[in-house]
């Protein structure tokens, strides 16, 4: 077995982890492979992928976005992570996994920030009412402005290019009010996912017009995201809209603590 960075033509080696996890971000791991490819790395057994890594980098933290392994190379999970430290010793890191796997990032020195759910929907009939007045609310004119606020609100950071260009796909749907802003893309021919969803304090009815903006012109595909499991307002506002809860997970972090207001994190 080989562990090390990953190679260029890396798709035709994917196909077992694309069978196995049906939400397997691929265009999200190709983005992040043209801007940071020194950041992704690979588990090969033989000409196949096993488990691969990738990480952003924002100004004063990695964001492992992409982390996944075969199930029967569970190990992997730990080795990977491990490579990126090396790698990068200094760096302060931020991971999204699933609660049963938070163990071997538990022993390499990562702690818990938050617990998170994934919410998913499945087409399942919602009735709500979606005029044309509401679409214009939510068109997305102002976006970029709205974006660029809230989220450094969220975050105590500087996100812009980011959100200007690196989470920003062919496929992107981008609806936003004056008090937040919902970004969704297209994993797959079967989901779409929601990332990032961010809302000024006490915009509960503004989110909710995002919500349904997203089922509105996305509702044919099943449409998922990750959100704070003790936020209840969030939590309310996605079961309303008959999204069901589908993995528990877990916001880690390696070294110093983040700064995220989970208030207004619809989905990160």
Same mark, same amino acid.
């Given at each position: &077995?080989?562990?090390?960075?990953?190679?260029?033509?890396?798709? *035709?080696?994917?196909?077992?982890l694309? %069978?196995?996890?049906?939400? =397997?971000?691929?265009?999200?791991?190709?983005?992040? /492979?043209?801007?940071?490819?020194?950041?992704?790395?690979?588990? @090969?057994?033989?000409s196949?992928?096993?488990?691969?890594?990738?990480?952003?980098?924002?100004?004063? @933290?990695? /964001?492992?976005?992409? %982390?996944?392994?075969?199930?029967?190379?569970?190990?992997?999970?730990?080795? +990977?992570? #491990?490579?990126?430290?090396?790698? =990068?010793?200094?760096?302060? %890191?931020?991971?999204?996994?699933?609660?049963?796997?938070?163990?071997?990032?538990?022993?390499?020195?990562?702690?818990?920030?938050?617990?998170?759910?994934?919410? &998913?929907?499945?087409?399942?009939?919602?009735?709500?009412?979606f005029?044309?007045?509401?679409?214009?609310?939510?068109?997305?004119?102002? $976006?970029? *402005?709205?974006? !660029?606020r809230?989220?450094? !609100?969220?975050?105590?950071?500087?996100?812009?290019?980011?959100?200007?260009?690196?989470?920003?796909?062919?496929?992107?749907?981008?609806?936003?009010?004056? /008090?937040?802003?919902l970004?969704?893309?297209?994993?797959?021919?079967?989901?779409? !996912?929601? #990332?990032?969803?961010? &809302?000024?304090?006490?915009? =509960? +009815?503004?989110?909710?017009?995002?919500?349904?903006?997203?089922?509105y $012109?996305?509702?044919?595909?099943?449409?998922?995201?990750?959100a704070?499991?003790?936020?209840?307002? %969030?939590?309310? +506002?996605?079961?309303?809209?008959?999204?069901?809860? /589908?993995?528990?997970?877990?916001? &880690?972090?390696?070294?110093? !603590?983040?700064?995220?207001?989970?208030?207004?994190?619809?989905?990160?």
């Amino acid at each position: &077995m080989f562990i090390g960075y990953l190679k260029n033509g890396f798709e *035709e080696s994917l196909e077992d982890l694309l %069978i196995e996890n049906p939400l =397997f971000d691929l265009e999200l791991l190709k983005q992040t /492979y043209h801007v940071y490819p020194q950041h992704c790395f690979a588990a @090969y057994e033989d000409s196949k992928i096993v488990g691969i890594l990738s990480a952003y980098i924002f100004e004063n @933290y990695l /964001y492992i976005n992409v %982390i996944d392994v075969i199930s029967k190379y569970e190990d992997i999970l730990k080795r +990977l992570i #491990s490579l990126l430290l090396r790698n =990068f010793p200094e760096e302060n %890191i931020l991971v999204l996994i699933e609660n049963d796997k938070s163990k071997q990032l538990e022993e390499l020195g990562f702690k818990t920030y938050s617990d998170f759910l994934r919410f &998913m929907h499945s087409g399942e009939s919602v009735a709500f009412n979606f005029s044309n007045s509401t679409a214009k609310q939510v068109s997305g004119e102002h $976006y970029a *402005e709205v974006a !660029k606020r809230v989220d450094r !609100k969220v975050f105590n950071l500087n996100r812009d290019e980011y959100l200007k260009t690196d989470c920003v796909f062919t496929n992107s749907l981008k609806l936003s009010t004056g /008090y937040g802003f919902l970004h969704s893309y297209v994993v797959n021919k079967r989901f779409i !996912k929601i #990332s990032p969803w961010i &809302m000024d304090n006490e915009a =509960f +009815l503004d989110a909710e017009k995002l919500l349904r903006g997203v089922l509105y $012109y996305r509702g044919l595909k099943s449409i998922y995201g990750y959100a704070p499991k003790n936020v209840k307002e %969030i939590v309310d +506002l996605y079961q309303s809209y008959k999204f069901k809860i /589908y993995g528990d997970f877990k916001l &880690m972090y390696l070294n110093e !603590k983040p700064n995220i207001i989970l208030d207004n994190l619809y989905a990160i």
